[in-house]
């Protein structure tokens, strides 16, 4: 079992922020995930016993079960996942979990790729769409209390392409771009202004120190849709996301899969986004991605999921170190952590070692 206790890391958001924005090289390696399943938050808890004073039957036993592994494994931020977030009302399909270590997941989902439940103008006038005023908050505000000031939480937000995608189906979606750009276009500014009025909502939060949009815009070999397209429709959305961001002093931060090269400096210039995360090595090595543009931008994770399902302990340490040597040289600007997210698959030792070479660096 990897042991953690000569590790030991405390957080510290303000540093995190200033490897963000790329204003001064850090005194050691920060991580960051788009998310753990919460299988791997249990293992981690129950491998190294850190619910010993927590209480089952606490209505806040999740939320402080998820900060103490965080804290635990010298996390600054962390995602908070919450009950009823799943805004959109959506097709969705399940299939059995076959992940070796997983116990009660009960199945894996996936999003209808053929028909979402907008085909129309029809389904569009009876949709339930979402209001802000409806989402329950009460675990943020219980973050907004409880969390300590060196640490910070933060949600998910700006799934405008993705939630496109889903509402209407890929394969759908993409002959409605041609058939009936008007009802596309209504779909998004929909979505897109929901969105915009959340990550508002978020900003109120001290809690959350940064605005972290996700939206998947490609796949392995280009993007999902013409770059001309997500220029007019999708980035536009970003861009106003990240100006309540900044408005309101935080970086954001992107989480997008796929080739992207085609709209990476419309993300960079127009967006103006201050990370990117999300990287594989058969689409674009973290390494190549810091080299093209942490002179502008921090580069976020990189560590392929692939790779850490497949590698042994040894081959993972001495990718992170080869990773950290290129990616901690320059003036803050790189996180360590997965490509994608901790998934329910991934070797737990793999990934613990991963963070075990990120705490042993120290050439930053």
Known sequence: MIEFSGFSVTPDVEELLDVLWRRARPKRVHYIELFHDAEVIQRIADRYILTGDLNKND???????????HQFLGFDVFHLPMAGEDFFTLKI??????????TNRGGRIWMEEHKGPIQSWKDFESYPWPEIKNIDLSQLEWMEKNLQRNMGCYKLTAGILETLTWLIGYEN?????????????????????????????????????????????????????????????????????AE????????????????????????????????????????????????AYSDQIAILGGIDVDFLCRSDEKSVRQKVKATLEVCMQKKGGYCLGTGNSVANYISLDNYLAMLDEGRKFTSC
């Open 173 to 241: 979606f993409c002959l409605m771009i041609y058939d009936d750009p008007a009802l596309i276009g209504a779909i998004c500014e929909k979505v897109g202004t929901f969105y915009v009025e959340y990550t508002k909502v978020l900003c109120t939060f001290e809690c959350i120190p940064i605005i972290w949009g996700s939206d998947d815009m490609g796949f392995r070999t280009s993007t999902l849709v013409s770059a001309d397209f997500l220029r007019k429709k999708i980035l536009p959305w970003h861009r106003r996301c």
């Open 244 to 291: 309540i961001a900044h408005n309101t002093q935080r970086p954001y931060l992107l989480h997008s899969c796929g080739k992207l090269d085609e709209i990476m400096l419309d993300l960079i210039k127009d967006v103006k986004i201050d990370a990117k995360h999300s990287f594989e090595d058969n689409i674009l090595p973290v390494i190549e991605a810091f080299h």
């Open 93 to 102: 399909n399940l299939a059995r979990d076959t992940a070796v270590q997983n």
């Open 59 to 69: 209505p806040a036993y999740a939320l402080k079960l998820n900060i103490a592994v």
